[in-house]
């Protein structure tokens, strides 16, 4: 159980604002404040190069941390500086040649959308969907029929930017497996909201943001390759810190995931990074994801109970993340008024995940993300203020 009383001193703007923007960007610890701040005190005292050695043996450990997260190994994690870069560094390495198949989930991000469209188009691959199941989750069946030995790669979002489905992974990785294809899971809305372990879930590659349920700093993120796979991709980027130069003709590159790592990085935002690692790992990923779906449940009830206001969630398991939309009001609009009310929540829009959305027929929703900080009198004010709306 999450003590609720020491979790929001540890956040005190938790307490002057009903804050559910946790999926956007959440409110970090006073612990990773004090991290990432007293790092660049430091730097403008000694230089950044004293400033980072008297921390290496915290940030070397940090690969130990990352893993004992995600359930995999220290030597298969990499920092990166978002969900994006990482998600793009692993694509990117992945060998795609003309006719190659690679295949997304309905909720595809637009983030990898662009990018996996944009090298597809370049090389002669194609993307395709996979289409949902009946409840809006991934449809394994439909994936096993999509399934060849030109696939060489599914996308899947393990939980969309726009809504509360948690979409199926061990039964994707198993089916991807059995031709040969790699698995990258993009699991930035759902590490630190869920137990990810990549251990238990069998999928190749993944793919989280610092910022989100994290409550890192911004400019933050990981990559996972597990050792697995690792030879079977070819990193792009390299630089002297995932490369040594042997030779006058030849580069040897690393052989452990910091072969996507570059040299220079943020010391002050990793160090933040990973004072989020260690709260959430106190904590507990078990207690955290059962009082975020508590928080989550609570709100999609008052809502569902309120007349004009659908719930818009897909699937039959569900998070943190709340999407909502109230009849005759903009999603703008809702989130602006809740605003003034104290309440903070966003707007997804069909831009960020097109083929749901269109799909659906919707071109925006609102998004409220509550994290175990949100007290439900929190959540329950929130609903009060939706309802006051119409
Ligand atoms: C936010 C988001 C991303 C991108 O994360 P960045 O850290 O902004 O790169 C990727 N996938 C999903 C599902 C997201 O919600």
């Known amino acids: 159980m999450i003590d609720l009383d020491v979790v929001r001193a540890d956040t005190p703007a938790c307490r002057d604002q009903v804050f559910l923007d946790s999926a956007g960007s959440s409110l970090p610890p006073r612990q990773v404040l004090d991290e990432v701040v007293g790092h660049l005190r430091r730097e403008a005292e000694v230089g950044g190069y004293r400033a980072a050695a008297e921390h290496a ?9 990352a893993a004992e997260l995600l359930g995999c190994r220290p030597e298969e994690i990499a920092f990166t500086d978002s969900a994006t870069r990482s998600w793009d560094l692993a694509f990117a390495a992945v060998p795609l040649a003309e006719g190659d198949r690679v295949l997304v989930t309905e909720v ?8 996996l469209l944009h090298r597809a188009a370049a090389v002669g691959a194609t993307v395709e969907p996979i289409p949902s199941d009946e409840h809006g989750a991934v449809s394994v069946a439909a994936l096993r029929d ?11 979002v393990h939980v969309p930017t726009n809504g509360g489905l948690v979409n199926p992974v061990r039964e994707v990785a198993d089916a991807a497996h ?6 990258l899971l993009d699991a930035c809305q759902s590490v630190g909201q869920l137990r990810v372990r990549m251990d238990e879930l069998g999928v190749d590659v993944l793919s989280v943001t610092g910022r989100k349920w994290l409550r890192g700093p911004r400019g933050t993120g990981l990559l996972a390759v597990r050792e ?9 980027l390299v630089d002297l810190h995932g490369a040594e130069w042997v030779a006058p003709q030849r580069a040897r590159l690393r052989t452990d ?18 004072a989020a690692l260690r709260y959430a790992l106190d904590l507990g990923v078990d207690a955290i994801a059962e009082a975020v779906l508590d ?3 609570r709100a999609r009830a008052g809502l569902a109970a309120l007349p004009g206001v659908t719930v818009r969630d897909l699937g039959r398991q569900r998070c943190g993340i709340v999407s909502f939309t109230v009849d005759g009001v903009p999603a703008a609009k809702v989130r602006d008024t809740l605003r003034e009310r104290g309440v ?8 960020s995940t097109l083929l749901d959305m269109t799909h659906r027929g919707l071109d925006a929703v609102v998004r409220a993300s509550p994290h175990y900080f949100v007290s439900p009198q929190q959540v329950d004010d929130f609903v009060a203020a939706v309802a006051d709306l119409r």
């Open 108 to 115: 595809e991000y637009a983030g990898n959308a662009v990018g």
């Open 146 to 156: 999509l399934l060849d030995e030109r696939v060489r790669l599914v996308s899947l």
């Open 344 to 351: 903070t929540v966003t707007v997804s829009r069909t831009t």
């Open 228 to 236: 697995s796979a690792s030879g079977l991709l070819r990193p792009h």
């Open 295 to 297: 928080r989550a449940e």
């Open 57 to 65: 043996e915290e940030i070397e450990a940090g690969y130990g941390l």
């Open 257 to 274: 995931a910091r072969v996507f790592e570059l040299w220079e990085y943020s010391v002050a935002d990793r160090l933040g990074l990973l």
């Open 178 to 183: 059995e031709v040969g294809a790699l698995v």
